[in-house]
């Protein structure tokens, strides 16, 4: 299983962007890049997941260069609710394989006003 | 659409004292997972279950910690005996057979052992 490294914290202020970045090495055909959100006395949730190049939905962005050794979290115009945990996962999720993912030590992001 | 439901929120107990959690997914999720978290640390799988058959243990201490899942629905984790390192928090996670990599997270158990 790939191994990732990312920042264990960084600061940013309201109405930044935001990007964090992600390494995994060791990244094997088959392995997707997924990011969760944690918030303090909650559970993880589920942000962003891509393969290669550049995936982007309601809250986030996530760019993964051609080699995918590593991927960036990009949170647009970040608020004060967005200071949280944020874990970067690589791990095989085709079909019949529902996730053997692990989590990291994650990033803590704390927006300030 | 209810999401996952666990309980206890908080258990306190004494060293060596049995405990259970139990965790109801989301309807119609066949994975399920539960997750050991340790303060400032990420969660760390304990066992996987695609309907009721645990399809990966092998990060379960199973000389203490057991599992069950006995309709394929609800879960129940139990330690014991508990020991001081236990204490953390416990997190269920459900997921839909062959969608990989989005899990939907229950709130946590956190356990103090004294």
């Known amino acids: 299983l790939a191994k990732t490294t990312q920042p264990i914290s960084m600061d940013s202020y309201e109405g930044q962007e935001v990007n964090i970045t992600c390494s995994h090495n060791?990244?094997?055909?088959?392995?997707?890049i997924t990011w969760y959100q944690q918030f303090p006395s909650q559970g993880p949730r589920f942000i962003i997941q891509?393969?290669?190049t550049k995936v982007t939905n309601e809250v986030a962005s996530l760019f993964i260069p051609a080699d995918r050794k590593s991927s960036t979290l990009s949170l647009p115009r970040v608020s004060l609710s967005d200071t949280a945990v944020y874990y970067c996962?690589?791990?095989?999720?085709?079909?019949?394989?529902?996730?053997?993912?692990?989590f990291g030590q994650g990033t803590t992001l704390q927006v300030k006003p | 659409e209810a999401g996952v439901v666990q309980s206890p929120r908080y258990k306190i107990i004494e060293k060596k004292q049995p405990v259970a959690f139990w965790c109801n997914p989301i309807?119609?999720?066949?994975?399920l997972y539960w997750y050991l978290q340790n303060l400032g640390q990420g969660p760390e799988l304990l066992i996987r279950?695609?309907?009721?058959?645990?399809?990966?243990d092998s990060q379960l201490p199973k000389d203490r910690f057991s599992a069950e899942r006995l309709k394929g629905v609800d879960s129940t984790l139990k330690i014991q005996p508990a020991e001081l390192g236990d204490s953390a928090v416990y997190l269920c996670a459900s997921s839909p057979t062959g969608r990989g990599g989005e899990q939907f997270f229950g709130p946590g158990t956190r356990l103090t052992v004294l």
């Open positions: 060791n990244i094997a055909t088959n392995d997707y």
């Open positions: 891509g393969y290669k």
């Open positions: 996962l690589v791990g095989d999720i085709g079909s019949g394989n529902t996730g053997k993912l692990i």
């Open positions: 279950y695609e309907n009721e058959e645990a399809v990966d």
């Open positions: 309807s119609g999720h066949n994975t």
